[in-house]
């Protein structure tokens, strides 16, 4: 089977080319570090199959960051039969840069000019006949956004395959270097190794890693530089030869691109125009958050527009109330309409929970169905496993579907339209001084996925320091599994005092960022480290979602949630329901009646004097909601499923109004959720990235940070509900020692700066 690489800078297009031809459910991306590591599919158009490898986008193939390590060994190492370079048409020069580089490795290379048909659109003129005959190799015009010409770029990658090709070198034989380059590359040559021609460019430019592996060479170029001096950079061989690549394309290139004549002022391109608001630097952030509002708003709440909090809108006909409440009448009008997700999420509980229903009637002997039925498979251990234990928590896990898959459609929007790099680029410019850059916030918005894929993109991340920083305030930022627990939270809320379920989940996601931006305040008061990543990240130019991209997004987050709900969290669900169910009762060993007599409840009892201290495990069934919380280590999903064994007392009470919580008591209780260990997969992922001592600060950082905020939150809140003048005053004191600690941070940090700036 034949192999071709795919590699090019971040936000070519690259990964949805992969997506294109593969059919794969990648997840596309807008910011580099999404793909840290090479990903595989199969392009089946061809008279043989072609196996396709998605190489992470670099800029360069010198060894600075993993991504880079990554591509190169591919190319070289592997030798792939193809490398397809995606080059961005609307950026020539900056993407030709990474060509000149593969350009002078001994593999078969063709060229895949993206995003013609913006350029079209933008009334500029590419001569990819030129630019063909220039570079020495093919060029295909495609755009793998609308799947143009992709079959043709294949069909030429095919022949390209079928025939040897020798690197060729940018420098000419006048250039200083040109004699230097040959003599090594004739040397590495000498000694077998594939690709002289790169190594040798490499080695002059004493990249770290030929330095290494051709530690005798170097004084061959040691000796070149006493008789080398360049007026711009010295003996500065790498600073030299990249200059050179740039002097190379732009004298070769040039008229290649013509751009579209637009009168003494160069017309500004919409997405420009867009960036004028989006990114604006007073008005950026606060639009990023009333668009975050409305996402949760659209997904969470029980009230759409406030119509009936603020219009008093109310619905009395029955058949409206039944179509928006899933068969929900009750007898009473309905306040306001629900949104969305809610409506989604009301129509999913009704199928599962006749879903269910079938099932205890199956159990039960085929008795009268509902109730009795219900009773009836409940008095038997086999049905109340398969109804009680298995089917109810996953009824609760899953009913949450629509709203996960709608609020994972919101963000796939964000992505494919290219907000999503913006926000990077919003948060990095506001939050910098504070000792948090963009570059460490891309795993930190990557986390609102999954924490595991976010905490191995920490890797892009030069500095042990903040990479240690990011992997510990990774659990600020609420991941998907997470999501379950906000939607019962969401209708709990309604029955706790707070009435707005989407106000709720919208304060945990934001509150996330803002806790984890106090955080790295004090993680920098108490630390005397100043550095923050030089971030550098290029906006791509806004566009419509494809359905196909941000359908592939979602089929990816929903069979991985079906295949978890169907394997780790319904075997979970068997352990508890076995501790759950059977316990000493009666002087003996046998199924309970009584909960409180549970081998879970043992269990739990003595667990819940720990977390006394965060409120919400205080009271008859604080055992219940520590329980649920420890069992989340294994999967978040795992605490509503839990929590569903405890408090759902059948199809026509949701568990949502048995489970007794304050305001404050379901904040503190949210929070130590949101900031607790991690599940499993996670725990082991950070414990790979980190050093055995920095793994266990982070465990300690986890555990300290949640249950101590937790028990802040909740103790607090008590406070103004007995006496709020304390509350206030308290508040106002926890607000100031915020203001002085910050002001401290970016004070010393400006000093830092100005220190680096007189050395420099």
Known sequence: MKRFALAGNPNCGKTTLFNALTGSTAHVGNWPGVTVDK?????????????????????SLSPYTPE??????????????????????????????????????????????????????????????????????????????????????????DEASKAPRKGNLILNSEDPLYHLVNDCRIA???????????????????????????????????????TFSNDTFGTDFEAYIADARYQYISKNFANVYEKAQTGEKEEKTKSDKIDRVMTHRIWGLPLFIVIMF??????????????????????????????????????EPLAGIPSLGVFLQNWMGWFSGHFIAGFQWICSGFQEYGDVAAEAASATWYGSLICDGILNGLDAVCSFIPQIMLLFLFIAILEDTGYMARIAFILDRAFRKFGLSGKAFIPMLTGF????????????????????????????????????????????????GFGYGDVFVFTIYLGGIVLAIILAIFMRVFTKDTYVSPFIMELPQ????????????????????????????????????????????????????????????????????????????????????TVSSITGLVAKENVVGTMALFFNNG?????????????????????????????????????????????????????????????????????????????????????????????????????ASSIVALEA
């Open 651 to 751: 199809v026509e009470e949701g568990m949502e109004e048995t489970i007794q919580f304050t305001s404050y008591g379901l904040y503190s209780f949210a929070i130590f959720n949101l900031l607790t260990f991690p599940c499993f997969a996670a725990i082991a992922t950070a414990k790979a990235e980190q050093t055995k001592k920095e793994f266990l600060k982070t465990l300690g950082f986890w555990f300290g940070i949640s249950y101590g905020l937790s028990a802040l939150v909740y103790w607090l809140g008590a406070l103004w509900a007995v006496a709020w003048w304390a509350g206030m005053i308290v508040t106002l004191a926890l607000v100031a020692f915020l203001v002085f600690a910050a002001y401290f941070v970016v004070k010393r940090n400006k000093k």
């Open 542 to 625: 806004y566009h419509l979602p494809q359905p196909r991209n941000v359908g592939a997004h979602l089929w990816e987050k929903l069979k991985h949630y079906v295949i978890k709900a169907a394997t780790i969290i319904a075997a979970s669900l068997v352990v508890i329901w076995f501790l759950q169910t059977f316990g000493i009762e009666n002087g003996g060993w046998a199924m309970v009646e009584n909960m409180d007599n549970s081998f879970i409840a043992y269990i739990g009892k003595a667990l819940q004097y720990i977390f006394y201290p965060c409120g919400w495990a205080i009271g008859a069934d604080g055992w219940k909601h």
């Open 188 to 226: 590495i040559e000498y000694r077998g190794i594939k690709n002289p021609l790169f190594h040798a460019v490499k080695l002059v430019e004493l990249d770290e890693i030929e330095a290494k592996d051709h530690e005798d060479l170097i004084p061959m170029v040691e000796e070149f530089k006493k």
């Open 449 to 496: 996925g999954c924490s595991v894929p976010a905490i191995m993109a920490t890797r892009t991340l030069e500095n042990e320091v903040e990479k240690n920083r990011t992997i510990r305030l990774m659990t600020c930022f609420s991941c998907g599994a997470k999501a379950p627990i906000w939607g019962l939270l969401a209708a709990v809320a309604t029955y706790a």
């Open 294 to 331: 409305f996402i949760f708003h659209f997904t969470f709440a029980e009230d759409l527009f406030y119509l009936n909090a603020w219009f008093g809108v109310e619905i009395h006909n029955e058949g409206f109330i039944n179509f928006l409440t899933g068969m929900g009448y009750e007898g």
């Open 68 to 157: 880079e390590i990554v591509s190169r060994n591919y190319i070289l190492d592997e030798a792939p039969d193809c490398v397809i370079n995606i080059v961005d048409a609307t950026n020539l020069e900056r993407n030709l840069y990474l060509t000149t580089q593969i350009l002078e490795i001994d593999v078969p290379v063709v060229i895949a000019l993206n995003m013609t048909d913006i350029v079209s659109k933008n009334g500029d003129k590419l001569n990819k006949d030129e630019l063909s005959k220039k570079l020495g190799v093919p060029v295909v015009e495609i755009s793998a956004l609308k799947d143009y010409n992709i079959d043709a770029l294949m069909k030429v990658a």
């Open 39 to 59: 990903k595989t599919g199969q392009y089946k158009k061809l008279d043989e199959t072609v196996e396709i490898v998605d190489l992470p986008g670099i800029y």
